[in-house]
């Protein structure tokens, strides 16, 4: 069974900085993306970052461009996102996502909190 273990999140003063992590284990295909998608009230989850783990592949919404960087582990199966130059719009649940290529399932891990004050 796929599971995805996040980092706790965090306050933290605009302009600031926090890096997120996720763990994946219980998988056994090797071509997958792995990144974070946000959600706040009353909005729908939106895709932030991932990576692809065959050839490191990125992708960033606009809204973060310049500001997050994604990258993998040694071991490629943990991830970490690096959110800098945080803004109060910034401020949702995180969660960490991940789609393997030959599953139909998407996996999810359960939120981190982030929280950035003005």
């Known amino acids: 069974e796929v599971q995805l273990v996040e980092s706790v999140g965090g306050v933290v003063q605009a302009g600031g900085s926090l890096r997120l992590s996720c763990a994946a284990s219980g998988f056994t295909r090797d071509d997958y993306n792995i990144g974070w998608f946000r959600q706040v009230p009353g909005k729908e989850r939106e895709g932030v970052s991932c990576?692809?783990?065959?050839?490191?592949?990125?992708y960033y919404a606009d809204s973060v461009k310049g500001r997050f960087t994604i990258s993998a582990g040694d071991a490629r199966n943990t991830v970490y996102l690096q959110m800098n130059s945080l803004k109060p719009q910034d401020t949702a649940v995180y969660y960490c996502n991940a789609r393997f290529y030959g599953d139909t399932n998407t996996y999810w891990g359960p939120g981190s909190q982030v929280t950035v004050s003005s």
């Open positions: 990576i692809r783990s065959n050839d490191g592949s990125t």
